[in-house]
C-alpha cells in the first residue's frame, strides 16, 4: 500500500443474499465501520438488492457498487441493466469483466472496454477487473494476458477519465479456491499493470492508479496484502457476505 493512494476494500456478493437478508448484512456492518476515515469502503450486492442496501446506508461512510451493465443507454437488451438505472439507485462504482462474466458470459476485451467507455460516460467509476488462468500462468503467458487485458480494457480511455479508474487484479485460479496469490506475487502482478498504465499514459497516472487484488482475501491474509507497496486495496467476494469478516478487513492494520 502507497499511503498516496487510498484504500479501497469491496465486497462483490455476487448472486447471494436477498433484498431482505442484503439490508440486514448492511445494517450490521454499518456500526462495525462507522469510524473508518481513511479508506473507501464499496458494496456491491446483486442488482435485487441494490434499493434495500442504498436505502440501509444512505448517509453513511460506505458506497454502493453494481456487479455489471450493458454499455447502451437503453432499449431492447432483455434482462439487461443500463447505467441510469444504477445511478437511480446512488450507484458509485460498478464492477465489469470479472473473471466469472468473462468465463461464463462470454465477455470480451471488446464488451468490457464498451462499459467501462459507458460508466465513465454517465459517471459511473468502474473497477475494471483482469486476471490469468492457472493454464495461462503454468504455460508462461501471464504477462502477455494482463498486458491485452489492462490494452483491451482502457482502449481509448482519456488520461482525464483515469483517475476514476479502479483496475482489479483477479488471478482467477485463486477466486473462491481457497488459494491465494502470495503477497509477493501478487504485488508483482500489480506493478506489470502500474507499468502497462505508465506506457499508455504516463508515470503520474500510473501512480495514481488504485489496484485492488481479488482472490480468497481474508481477514487473516489482508494485512500482508495490504502491507504490498503496489496492493491499493481489496475485492473481496465469500468475506464479504459475513459482516464480522468484511468488517475486519476493512479495519486491516
Same mark, same amino acid.
Given at each position: 500500500?502507497n !499511503?498516496?493512494?487510498r484504500p479501497i476494500?469491496?465486497?462483490n ?7 431482505? &437478508? ?16 481513511d ?5 456491491? !450486492? ?6 434495500s442496501?442504498?436505502e ?13 451493465l450493458?454499455w447502451e443507454?437503453k432499449g ?12 437511480d ?7 465489469i469483466?470479472?473473471?466469472e462474466?468473462? &468465463?461464463?458470459f462470454?465477455?470480451t ?7 467501462v ?7 459511473l467509476l468502474?473497477?475494471?477487473?483482469v486476471g490469468?488462468?492457472l ?11 494482463i498486458s ?7 482502449k481509448?480511455? &482519456?488520461a482525464?477519465d483515469? &483517475? ?9 485460479w ?5 488459494k491465494?496469490a502470495? !503477497?509477493q506475487?501478487?504485488?508483482?502482478v ?5 507499468q ?19 482472490g480468497?482475501?481474508t !481477514?487473516a491474509n489482508v ?8 496492493i ?12 464480522e ?5 476493512v479495519n486491516?492494520?
Amino acid at each position: 500500500m502507497n !499511503p498516496k493512494r487510498r484504500p479501497i476494500i469491496a465486497g462483490n456478493w455476487k448472486m447471494n443474499m436477498t433484498a431482505t &437478508q442484503a439490508r440486514e448484512l448492511a445494517s450490521k456492518l454499518i456500526p462495525l465501520v462507522a469510524s473508518v476515515k481513511d479508506r473507501d469502503i464499496v458494496l456491491g !450486492p446483486p442488482f435485487t438488492s441494490i434499493a434495500s442496501v442504498a436505502e440501509t446506508i444512505k448517509g453513511t461512510n460506505i458506497s454502493l457498487a453494481a456487479q455489471n451493465l450493458h454499455w447502451e443507454d437503453k432499449g431492447a437488451f432483455t434482462g439487461e441493466i443500463s447505467a441510469e438505472m444504477l445511478l437511480d439507485l446512488n450507484c458509485r462504482y460498478v464492477i465489469i469483466g470479472h473473471s466469472e462474466r468473462r &468465463q461464463s458470459f462470454g465477455e470480451t476485451d471488446e464488451t468490457v472496454n464498451k462499459k467501462v467507455k459507458q460508466s465513465l460516460k454517465k459517471g459511473l467509476l468502474p473497477i475494471l477487473c483482469v486476471g490469468e488462468t492457472l493454464a495461462e500462468r503454468e504455460a508462461g503467458k501471464l504477462n502477455d494476458i494482463i498486458s491485452r487485458q489492462v490494452t483491451g480494457g482502457l482502449k481509448d480511455i &482519456q488520461a482525464s477519465d483515469m &483517475q476514476k479508474v479502479v483496475i482489479a487484479y483477479e488471478p482467477v485460479w485463486a477466486i473462491g479456491t481457497g488459494k491465494t496469490a502470495t !503477497p509477493q506475487q501478487a504485488n508483482e502482478v500489480h506493478a506489470l499493470i502500474r507499468q502497462k498504465v505508465k506506457a499508455l499514459y504516463s508515470a503520474g497516472i500510473a501512480d495514481g492508479l488504485r489496484i485492488q487484488y481479488g482472490g480468497s482475501v481474508t !481477514p487473516a491474509n489482508v494485512s500482508t496484502l495490504m502491507a504490498m507497496p503496489d496492493i491499493d486495496g481489496a475485492l473481496v467476494g465469500g468475506a464479504s457476505l459475513k459482516p464480522e469478516s468484511f468488517a475486519a478487513l476493512v479495519n486491516f492494520k
